[in-house]
């Protein structure tokens, strides 16, 4: 199937949303959030961002010819956009999800115990303080703080119509910040896609209609299908109306929208969550739990990492268990991933003739990163039914009669694919430490918060029964609970492997490794709506 059928207007399109920033070279980010005292300087300052705000189009093309070196993006909260005065018509219209916000959804997303509301970070202490969500991805520091000045300049225009909010923990943790930072995490002087456990993340972010994609890069992010004579490779792009309003979705139908048709119509919804990472608890666990675990010959190095990747469904070099099920061949892709990148990449003085051949390589490995299912692990033999890559993405393992007239193998994943954007933020260095400022800035693209976001959160994440794991949670971000005398309660089966000298093996007394500090479901407008916002000129008749 061609993946250009859908046609999406990228000009009209929020940046951030077809791609995400992270593919063009912005390391560095500030996430900032207003409170609208006055409903007109509200509506002026929306009317001032205009120009700042960066589309979906190419990068490339929308300054000249070169990348900015910084992006500007919005969003609003359901009291955000009552503040700036849209009729009430239109405000009744938007999904109950996002009307009611992420803290009256705590018990559906599982954030209890330390996740708790009552815990996160001061901003998010009165949810209806925080009305817009403004985001900076930059290419360096110093660009970044030029936009945020930028930003701050409008600000005082307004008169204290509009109030940057302070209260984020970041940073050292001992002051309260006006913004919520985020940076890649830098290794070997190169920013990179890991996370403070020390995974790479983003792999495999869904392809779908509209992008522009290549074939290749559907493998593995699409949605999986029969194989036939127009999709051989058994992967097709998903519809765009899985993430962007206006357009069809994966039942042939137009996603519940607001209105009018032109508030929604190339917009989406977005989820904002700050995750607490619990470094030191994860590295004492896996430390100490994985000198019990897996094949005698494998050294205690070997041992940690191979139930490390048994966590989450993948190495800690991004290759997947289902194709790579033992430290030896791991280590391998690893090594061949490394070598082509630094050739493709890094390696100044490389000849053509090299750098085509380690293109011809990362190509390759890339795809065996991202193309795989399921199907010759039913079992979890290689990669648990429990880890963290299974649970949130199964890849159509979780259909049963797929030979019968239900011949649809992604049908139950298909309608829960999110877009993952954000980056980690603070620093981890210090691997036994569990209360400093370090963590992932979680963001949701997604039509459907409620079909999408949360029913991963609280079906696949915190309830394993569709994994025939009872209640079960995902080892990675599971809201792990305690025993009456306070001691860690968590558990996960890891399968066995008789061929690789992998026993069944039960984790037990696992602690919470990730933690909720705050955040809120917000609406991304495309350019047209923004600019009816701002001109008051919303009509739902």
């Given at each position: 199937m061609n993946t250009r059928n859908t046609v999406l207007d990228l000009h009209d399109i929020q940046g951030n949303i077809v791609f995400g920033y992270g593919r063009w070279g912005y390391p560095v980010s500030r996430y900032l959030f207003f409170k609208i005292n006055n409903k007109r300087q509200g509506m002026a300052f929306m009317k001032s961002l205009v120009p700042l705000i960066t589309s979906s189009a190419p990068l490339d093309k929308q300054n000249n010819g070169t990348a900015p070196p910084a992006t500007t993006n919005v969003a609003f909260t359901y009291a955000g956009l009552r503040e700036l005065g849209l009729p009430d018509e239109s405000m009744r219209s938007f999904p109950e999800d996002f009307r009611m916000g992420m803290k009256a959804r705590k018990d559906i997303l599982g954030d209890d115990g330390p996740s708790a509301p009552e815990h996160w970070d001061p901003i998010w202490l009165n949810q209806y303080d925080v009305h817009v969500f403004l985001s900076i991805n930059a290419t360096s520091d110093t660009?970044?703080?030029?936009?945020?000045?930028?930003?701050?300049?409008?600000?005082?225009?307004?008169?204290?119509?509009?109030?940057?909010?302070?209260?984020?923990?970041?940073?050292?943790?001992?002051?309260?910040?006006?913004?919520?930072?985020?940076?890649?995490?830098?290794?070997?002087?190169?920013?990179?896609?890991?996370?403070?456990?020390?995974?790479?993340?983003?792999?495999?972010?869904?392809?779908?209609?509209?992008?522009?994609r290549n074939r290749a890069e559907t493998v593995g992010a699409g949605k999986p299908t029969r194989a036939s004579a127009t999709t051989d490779d058994g992967w097709e792009a998903l519809e765009a109306g899985e993430f962007v309003l206006g357009h069809k979705d994966e039942s042939g139908e137009y996603p519940i929208a607001p209105k009018p048709r032109l508030l929604s119509f190339n917009g989406s919804f977005m989820v904002y969550r700050k995750l607490h990472q619990n470094v030191g608890k994860f590295t004492s666990y896996l430390e100490t739990t994985s000198k019990h675990y897996g094949d005698t010959k494998l050294s205690t190095d070997e041992?940690?990492?191979?139930?490390?990747?048994?966590?989450?469904?993948r190495w800690s070099n991004g290759a997947p268990l289902s194709t790579y099920p033992d430290y030896a061949s791991a280590e391998?892709?690893?090594?061949?991933?490394?070598?082509?990148?630094?050739?493709?990449?890094?390696?100044?003085?490389?000849?053509?003739?090299?750098?085509?051949?380690?293109?011809?390589?990362?190509?390759?490995?890339?795809?065996?990163?991202r193309g795989f299912n399921y199907d010759y692990d039913v079992d979890g033999a290689k990669c648990p039914l429990g880890a963290h890559t299974r649970r949130t993405n199964p890849r159509g393992s979780l259909e049963f009669d797929t030979q019968g007239a239900f011949d649809t193998p992604g049908a139950m994943v298909n309608r829960r694919r999110i877009l993952r954007r954000g980056l980690p933020y603070g620093n981890s260095s210090d691997r036994t430490n569990n209360s400093a400022e370090h963590g992932t800035i979680f963001m949701v693209i997604n039509a459907s918060i409620e079909r999408q976001f949360e029913f991963v959160q609280q079906q696949w994440i915190n309830y394993g029964n569709d994994f025939k794991l009872s209640n079960e949670k995902d080892v990675l971000l599971g809201n792990h609970g305690e025993t009456q005398d306070g001691n860690p309660d968590g558990r996960t089966v890891i399968n066995g492997n008789?061929?690789?000298?992998?026993?069944?093996?039960?984790?037990?007394g696992m602690p919470r490794f990730v933690e909720t500090r705050g955040g809120d479901y917000f609406f991304i407008p495309s350019l047209t709506a923004l600019r009816m916002i701002a001109e008051g000129i919303i009509d739902p008749t």
């Open positions: 660009q970044l703080e030029q936009r945020y000045e930028q930003i701050l300049q409008l600000i005082d225009k307004t008169s204290d119509g509009v109030i940057l909010l302070s209260g984020h923990r970041d940073g050292d943790g001992s002051t309260l910040s006006d913004y919520q930072s985020g940076n890649a995490i830098v290794i070997d002087g190169k920013p990179t896609a890991n996370e403070h456990f020390h995974y790479v993340d983003g792999i495999s972010n869904p392809v779908f209609k509209g992008q522009g041992k940690q990492e191979t139930l490390k990747a048994k966590f989450a469904g391998e892709f690893g090594e061949q991933w490394q070598s082509a990148t630094e050739v493709l990449f890094y390696q100044a003085d490389a000849t053509t003739e090299e750098k085509n051949n380690a293109r011809e390589k990362y190509e390759t490995l890339k795809a065996q990163r008789k061929t690789l000298g992998q026993p069944t093996f039960m984790c037990s």
